[in-house]
């Protein structure tokens, strides 16, 4: 029997490892061969998630050359675990911008506007008559907070509040209260060096010619991250050369203020501030208001590098 893997992206996140879990386990109803994987380690709020909810954590999945996969969350394949452009991805379940996934034959695509994909799996559940058990609406609930920033992000629409209600119901948690502990765990950076800050949520996106970095650093402290800062730009000058990317920006994101921080870097820096509004000084801008990646920071450096 040929597995077919449920998987997000690189640097996955919680609603990228929440929503393969969820959606393997649907899948898994009618097809036993299906099963979640994810393409990287876990943060600290996840791997906080999955012990709260007593669950363990999908296979790290290092190479899918010539697998069969479900990919959730994503739909780019700069974003993609090692080996998806030879892979056969037979369906995909996201909540951001359409990207250059391509399949050979018709497959099952959703694609919705909502705040989080754990929100649209959640809708998948009901839309197929299968009751979401208490573990696993635990699971949709958390990735769908931590995605819309316990419902305060701009990404966050009415569908996304009235199904993390009826997630919260079933999971028998109070909204706010839990949200304010995954808020505490997304501040958790531990250790980690200021090469493993930029790169811990981090996306690569393609735009006309140009290859562009967005990295983000949410945090109800970001005081810890900006003291940093002179090695963070270090550290993002140095996967600039790397990678070759042309522009790299790094999101600080004061959860509690609602603003973030941006750092630059690279050769084409100076195109960053008029798409986003803002002035940098000495490769720092501040952007109140900016909470999210997806909506307000991607859309405009789309249309400025195309």
Same mark, same amino acid.
């Given at each position: 029997?040929?597995t077919?893997?449920?998987?997000?992206?690189q640097?996955?996140?919680?609603?990228?490892v929440?929503?393969?879990?969820?959606?393997?386990? =649907?899948?898994a109803?009618?097809?036993?061969?299906?099963?979640? %994987?994810?393409?990287? /380690?876990?943060? /600290?709020?996840?791997?906080?998630?999955?012990?709260?909810?007593?669950?363990?954590?999908?296979?790290l999945?290092?190479d899918?050359?010539?697998e069969?996969?479900i =990919?959730?969350?994503?739909?780019?394949?700069?974003q993609?675990v090692?080996? #998806?452009?030879a892979?056969? !991805?037979v369906?995909?379940?996201d909540h951001h911008?359409?990207?250059?996934?391509?399949s050979?034959?018709?497959?099952?695509?959703?694609i919705?506007?909502?705040?989080s994909t754990a929100t !649209?799996? #959640?809708?998948l559940?009901?839309?197929?008559?299968?009751?979401?058990?208490?573990?696993?609406?635990?699971?949709?609930?958390?990735g769908l =907070?931590?995605?819309?920033?316990?419902?305060?992000s701009p990404t966050?629409?009415?569908?996304?509040?009235?199904v993390?209600?009826r997630?919260?119901?079933i999971?028998?948690?109070?909204?706010k209260?839990?949200?304010k502990?995954?808020?505490?765990? +997304?501040? +958790?950076?531990?250790?980690?060096?200021?090469?493993?800050m930029?790169?811990?949520?981090f +996306?690569?996106?393609?735009f006309?010619?140009?290859?562009?970095?967005?990295?983000? !650093?949410?945090?109800?402290e970001?005081?810890?991250?900006?003291e940093?800062?002179?090695? !963070?730009?270090? %550290?993002?000058?140095a996967i600039? #050369?790397?990678?070759?990317y042309?522009v790299?920006?790094?999101?600080?994101?004061?959860? =509690?203020?609602?603003?973030?921080?941006?750092f630059v870097?690279?050769?084409q820096?100076?195109?960053v501030g008029?798409?986003?509004?803002?002035?940098?000084?000495?490769?720092? #801008?501040?952007?109140?208001?900016?909470?999210?990646?997806?909506?307000q920071?991607?859309p405009?450096?789309?249309?400025a590098?195309?």
């Open positions: 029997m040929t077919t893997y449920v998987i997000g992206h640097a996955p996140d919680t609603d990228a929440c929503s393969a879990l969820a959606y393997a386990q =649907l899948k109803t009618d097809d036993a061969s299906v099963t979640a %994987a994810r393409a990287g /380690p876990l943060n /600290p709020e996840t791997e906080f998630v999955l012990e709260y909810w007593n669950v363990e954590p999908p296979a999945l290092e899918a050359t010539d069969r996969l =990919l959730v969350d994503h739909n780019e394949h700069s993609t090692e080996g #998806a452009a892979a056969t !991805i369906e995909l379940v911008r359409l990207g250059d996934v391509t050979s034959e018709p497959i099952f695509c959703r919705d506007p909502v705040g !649209i799996i #959640a809708d559940f009901a839309d197929r008559g299968v009751t979401l058990d208490r573990q696993t609406a635990g699971l949709l609930l958390s =907070l931590s995605d819309t920033v316990v419902l305060r966050t629409t009415e569908r996304d509040r009235t993390a209600e997630l919260a119901e999971a028998d948690v109070d909204t209260a839990y949200g502990t995954l808020l505490a765990q +997304k501040s +958790k950076l531990g250790e980690k060096s200021p090469r493993e930029v790169l811990g949520d +996306k690569e996106f393609s006309g010619e140009s290859t562009l970095g967005v990295g983000q !650093i949410e945090t109800v970001p005081a810890p991250v900006v940093q800062r002179a090695a !963070i730009l270090s %550290a993002m000058d600039v #050369a790397e990678r070759d042309d790299l920006v790094l999101l600080v994101t004061d959860l =509690l203020e609602e603003a973030s921080r941006a870097a690279g050769e820096t100076d195109r008029p798409a986003l509004d803002a002035t940098f000084t000495n490769r720092e #801008a501040f952007l109140p208001g900016v909470l999210s990646r997806k909506k920071v991607v405009p450096l789309e249309s590098f195309r």
